[in-house]
């Protein structure tokens, strides 16, 4: 409790000094930052740049799309989730305090060395923003994909235990009638108590997540509503383009654009920021801090020139290895999102084919050459190719989720402009 209250205190000081405010519904809004690094990103990365709007409208799995206890639940969709994750993220409201402090500290003359080097400091801050509050927008939506399939599968085992419970019933049936039932009753007995095991697992994975959603929503700690996420099963064909998510996620990403500032705002009143910039890469830059003092430059001017190329070239190489890992990400995330909607497709066909025998045993029965139990043991595979095709595409989903995570998108598509001071 007292860390609850903590916390909201905590987040009310950083929203007034960045003049922001919780919304009171709606879309989540927030005011830092209020743009991409120097470019404008497309705000739907599915249908425009990297996941082409041409592809064919794709099948709907709606299995568990709606709670069993509606009253019980909050719906979550994606895109609030991941929005909520930007909004809250409280390390980069900590940023955001440390940024009012940046305004507050500049000085009258807006052309001095310390005025420049703030400029250049508060941008960087707010670039850190940004890179927080992506990563807590990519986890957040990790999280929530994770907790439509635990929900889904959920479903999918409450009816396998009515499956089992129906077969349970149908052998006492038969042996009331004095026949031998074809089922085994001790085999059955086993999945019962194996059910059981998964079902209590799978409750202590939601309460878990739910747990997670919380701290990352900025939600009720002890509030009774569990979250729904009202996420689709959807399987498509279109390909990711690659080429196009490289540019994107080299227009996005705020680690990139930090470098690309330093380099271009690099002069004398900048390179105390950017020292600490390479501090943070490696502590063994940006240790030299001789070059600019006034009792330097007296005695060695040129000592200053000979520093700044030094860190040019530091920043230049820096940016390129960079921007190389990001392609690798890029191309290793990509790939990824490919595995897995095959393996999502290669499950939702093992799920059809499992329907279709299922038809196929019942048109036998009907006419004497399938028995019941070989309708039931099928049910029972339909069960479970639905649960493997479920947790395929939950798969596909959170790998789609980190390739826009590497590409650094998601803090850009949760921006409000209208609500951004001009």
Not at 11 to 27: D, E, H, R, V, W
Not at 99 to 124: E, F, K, N, Y
Not at 144 to 173: P, W
Not at 257 to 285: C, F, M
Request: charged fraction near 20%.
């Amino acid at each position: 409790m007292v860390g609850t209250v903590i916390r909201r205190l905590l987040l009310a000081g950083c929203l007034a000094l960045t003049g922001c405010a919780f919304p009171t519904g709606g879309k989540s809004t927030f005011c830092l930052p209020c743009s991409p690094p120097t470019w404008q990103v497309e705000a739907n990365l599915y249908h425009r740049g990297i996941f082409t709007a041409d592809a064919p409208p794709p099948e709907l799995n709606t299995v568990g799309a709606e709670p069993m206890n509606p009253a019980g639940y909050r719906i979550l969709t994606a895109e609030e989730c991941q929005c909520l994750a930007v909004e809250h993220a409280t390390t980069a409201h900590l940023v955001d305090i440390e940024r009012q402090l940046a305004i507050a500290s500049t000085p009258p003359r807006p052309q001095s060395r310390m005025a420049r080097g703030l400029r250049v400091h508060r941008r960087l801050l707010e670039l850190r923003a940004a890179q927080i509050r992506n990563d807590a927008a990519g986890q957040a939506l990790e999280t929530y994909y994770q907790l439509a399939a635990a929900e889904a599968m959920a479903d999918i085992l409450a009816r396998t235990s009515a499956h089992l419970n129906q077969m349970m019933g149908r052998i006492v049936e038969l042996r009331t009638q004095g026949l031998q039932p074809p089922l085994d009753e001790l085999e059955l007995r086993r999945q019962e108590i194996d059910l059981l095991r998964r079902q209590a697992e799978l409750d202590w994975t939601i309460a878990q997540l739910n747990g997670q959603l919380r701290l990352l929503l900025g939600w009720d700690i002890n509030g009774p509503v569990r979250a729904w996420p009202q996420a689709d099963f959807i399987v498509t064909e279109t390909p990711v383009n690659v080429e196009a998510a490289v540019q994107a996620g080299l227009s996005s990403r705020p680690d990139l654009a930090t470098l690309r500032l330093l380099d271009a705002t690099l002069d004398e009143a900048t390179i105390p920021v950017v020292r600490g910039a390479l501090q943070t890469q490696d502590a063994s830059l940006g240790n030299v801090t001789s070059g600019f003092e006034r009792l330097g430059q007296l005695l060695r001017p040129a000592r200053g020139d000979d520093e700044l190329a030094a860190r040019r070239a530091q920043l230049r190489v820096l940016l390129a290895e960079k921007e190389r890992e990001l392609v690798v990400g890029v191309v290793t995330a990509a790939g990824a999102v490919e595995m897995r909607r095959d393996q999502a497709q290669l499950a939702k066909l093992a799920f059809d084919n499992a329907v279709l025998r299922l038809r196929d045993l019942q048109q036998l029965r009907n006419i004497g050459q399938a028995t019941p139990a070989d309708v039931s043991a099928q049910e029972g595979e339909v069960l479970e190719a639905e649960g493997e095709f479920l947790q395929a595409v939950a798969q596909w989903r959170l790998a789609e989720v980190k390739l826009r995570q590497t590409l650094g998108v998601l803090v850009w598509e949760c921006i409000d402009h209208a609500a951004c001071p001009p």
